[in-house]
């Protein structure tokens, strides 16, 4: 198969998506679980590219509302809406997020977590998916002066359903963060999506974007919490976005 | 287009695979030997409000919620948040350190403050 052929075929795969993950998903998860809290998270991302790429002004937003059942599982049960290039919001799908905590933060090398998803489109002939893996994160204390927290999520994806493909995808992402107060820390983040593991193609075919993200939370006290994100990521290969912005608001309450 | 090495395993035992190697790559303890620091919450708050730990070292707070409804032990200044049910109690990993001041408080009852003092003459 020729190159170009090749990316346009990796670039249809990445556009439709046959392994289901909405792109309003592109955030980090910890392997915490805030056990007896409700949230309420909302994610945005437009994306932009050149005109009639499929990327240029495309939207995904979700919402899910979230509760720490366990010390060790939270649940978000989510709505997807997406909006293709000139179209208007439609919902996409509704996904049950489940976060399993493995480790409490700082008793070992390494905090661990483990993250499953199902996710069932409402669009009439397209299959849902199931996404999970494990997330892994370091603490360092003393990096770049300052303490920073590093963290890397590495998903397989499969649909599940009538009229889905035989093929495993792998999701990864990646945040570095840098904690300077509770308001406001700047982070670096990488995100890559890999339709087919079994035929990955060239970097340069893969969606992958990377930038800088700042993370921040206002804690009013038995009022909730309230945390945000939001960051600009540029597209690093030809199968991705020009840029896209991203964000994240969570609030959070305990029970 | 020739399948990569990863097409010969089945999905879920590649996720199986990669969670087990996570595991075993991050489940090396932290240190061996911490030292523990007990600190207690209830209606009244914290007991000691203040508590020295040394500097540079990991540290284990084990904190015992006294009362009768749960708490959450909560720390900006630490990155840690944990619910605590009544009567129960929780180990908290901090550290190492720098010298310093560190906030906790009950989230639940946020008027209910205390301080970690990272020092290096705490041992």
Known sequence: ?255 | MHPTPLAHIRPWTSAALLTGAALLIGAAPASAARPRYALSLGPAGFAPTELHVPAGERVVLRVTNTGPAPVEFESSDLNRERVIPAGGAIAVYVGPLHPGTYAFFDDFHPRLRGTLIADRAAR
């Open chain 1, 1 to 255: 198969m020729s190159r170009p052929i090749l990316g346009a075929a990796a670039l249809a795969a990445t556009l439709l998506a046959p392994v289901g993950r909405a792109r309003a998903d592109l955030h980090v998860r910890w392997p915490v679980v805030d056990y007896r809290e409700v949230e309420y998270e909302q994610n945005g991302l437009i994306s932009f590219g050149r005109a009639g790429s499929g990327f240029d002004r495309a939207q995904s937003y979700s919402n899910a509302i979230g509760v720490g059942i366990l010390p060790s599982w939270e649940m978000e049960l989510e709505g997807e809406s997406e909006a293709a290039p000139g179209e208007g919001l439609r919902m996409d799908a509704v996904t049950m997020e489940n976060t399993f905590q493995l480790t409490d933060p700082g008793e070992y090398q390494f905090n661990l977590g483990f993250y499953a998803e199902y996710s069932r489109s409402v669009r009439r002939g397209r299959p849902g998916s199931v996404t999970l893996g494990p997330i892994v994160q370091k603490e360092l204390p003393d990096f770049l002066g300052t303490d920073s927290i590093h963290t890397l999520n590495l998903f397989l994806t499969h649909d599940a359903g009538p009229g889905g493909t035989h093929a495993t995808g792998l999701v990864y992402a990646w945040q570095s963060l840098l904690y300077l107060n509770a308001f406001a820390s700047p982070a670096i983040e990488i995100y890559g999506n890999i339709p087919d593991i079994a035929h990955a193609g060239h970097f340069d075919e893969q969606e992958a974007l990377a930038g800088p993200v700042l993370v921040g939370a206002v804690r009013m006290g038995r009022w909730g919490t309230l945390k945000y994100q939001a960051g600009y990521l540029v597209g690093l290969t030809s199968g991705s976005p020009r840029g896209a912005v991203r964000w994240q608001l969570e609030y959070e309450l305990a029970f």
